[in-house]
Structure formats: C-alpha cells, structure tokens
C-alpha cells in the first residue's frame, strides 16, 4: 500500500541517533513510500544541508520514494484546505496531495490534518 510521508517523519528519522527505531524505519518496512515535492523543499530548507552528509541522507532517503509533483488541481485544492483550516501553505499542499491521490497521510502532526474531511492518517501507535 502506498502512502505520502510528512516532512515531519523525515525530519524525526533524519534527528535520531537510533533511526532504526524511527516511525519512518517501521513505515518503509510496510509501505511503499511517496512525498510531495513541497517536502523536498523543506527537507533542504534547514540548516544541517549545509552539512554534505546530511544532503547526502536525504538525496538517498527521496530517491527512494515518489515524488508528487503539485499539478493545478492540486493547487487549488491546498488552496482551499488553507483558507479553510488556518494551515501553513505546506501543510495544504502535503493535505491536497494526499487527498488528490487518495492515499493515507503519515504525520507527526496530526493536529494539523486531523480536522480535514476525507485525509487518512496513519496510526503511527501500530505502525
């Protein structure tokens, strides 16, 4: 089954001195893995890519994965989950992209998802 990880299950396994025990190590043994270009963004946003061995992770972290590319329908949509639920314009992205595929949104934010109609989150207690 596939599901659209956060930037926040990437930023947590990224931080770890144990990753193995990251949610993001327990989601890829049981999905197939996907992100939105906005997550990309955000990974290399942060201070540590100045660090060649942190870009290093990631670049071998997102060529594991799908990338979806926001297309205009998705557009609009982030645009109106934004408005309508006070989110940051990267959170309406990852939002419509995971709705607009219709598959499940792994977050460690989940107060920022929980509240929009038809987003699937994963349990990430049983994952």
Do not use: W
Not at 17 to 25: G, K, L, M, T, Y
Not at 86 to 103: G, H, M
Not at 108 to 121: C, Q, R, S
């Amino acid at each position: 089954m596939k599901i659209l990880v956060d930037t926040s299950v990437i930023i947590d396994f990224l931080r770890r001195e144990s990753p193995q025990n990251s949610c993001f190590s327990r989601l890829a043994k049981d999905y197939n893995l996907s992100i939105s270009l906005v997550t990309v963004v955000e990974l290399y946003s942060g201070r540590s890519v100045r660090r060649k061995e942190t870009r290093e992770r990631i670049d071998k972290i997102i060529s594991a994965m799908e990338i979806f590319i926001p297309d205009l329908g998705i557009s609009k949509e982030a645009g109106l989950l934004r408005s309508a639920h006070d989110l940051s314009l990267s959170d309406a992205i990852i939002a419509s992209t995971a709705l607009s595929q219709k598959i499940m949104l792994a977050t460690l934010d989940h107060g920022d998802f929980k509240n929009i109609k038809g987003i699937k989150l994963v349990d990430l207690n049983k994952s």
